[in-house]
């Protein structure tokens, strides 16, 4: 992945990035603090500039092997969490008096897969996920380098359940971390589960349920 500080748009430029973040996803304006919605745009730009051959946010496959006409897009999985997040977040502060910002988790589902733009390329006209790329890893520098808060960039950077686990440090982070399965629809009806892809991915096995469990 190509190295490089942040830096920011021309302004007609980033009025047109902003723009199209604006139309994939209408929560972006939900987030108060110009700061971040700003850092949403540089993340999207840095991604993009890497690997131009993604033009079409809602095109973007959550991963290669799962296809957007069964699992939905990627913009799909991120709108999704978006929408959980604005419940979640009053939720924990109404039930438990835990005050998260809404901002961090709005704008972290935003880019918390950004790097899946770098990640995913054409080999022999099939879309592939680059071997050995860790998307949570690489998306957290970026969002470091673009002017995320750091308790943003580590919400990136244990969000995934494709690859290693790594244990979260935030109630933030715990939570979002969460939220990455349960928007999307891999189910056990259709194939193999999220929790089970999880597992195969960390090289764990898990033992069937008993057979006299319905």
Request: contains cysteine; hydrophobic residues 45%; proline residues 9%.
């Amino acid at each position: 992945m190509r190295e490089h500080g942040p830096s920011r748009f021309v302004a007609p430029l980033a009025a047109m990035l902003h723009d199209q973040l604006a139309r994939a996803f209408p929560d972006f304006a939900r987030i108060e603090d110009k700061r971040l919605r700003d850092a949403v745009v540089d993340q999207w730009r840095y991604v993009s500039e890497c690997n131009p051959i993604h033009t079409d946010l809602d095109r973007i496959p959550a991963h290669p092997s799962l296809p957007v006409e069964r699992y939905g897009s990627l913009a799909a999985h991120i709108r999704a969490q978006m929408a959980v997040s604005q419940t979640l977040v009053p939720t924990y502060a109404k039930e438990w008096d835990i005050h998260l910002s809404l901002d961090h988790f709005l704008a972290c589902a935003l880019v918390h897969d950004s790097a899946k733009v770098i990640e995913f390329v054409e080999q022999d006209g099939t879309l592939i996920a680059t071997p050995g790329f860790d998307h949570a890893y690489e998306g957290a520098k970026i969002a470091l380098q673009v002017g995320f808060p750091r308790e943003v960039a580590h919400m990136i950077s244990v969000h995934t359940y494709l690859g290693a686990k790594r244990l979260p440090r935030t109630a933030a982070a715990q939570l979002f971390q969460f939220l990455d399965p349960i928007c999307l629809p891999v189910f056990p009806e259709t194939g193999k589960s999220a929790v089970e892809r999880h597992l195969e991915a960390n090289k764990w096995v898990a033992p069937p349920p008993p057979e006299d469990l319905p």
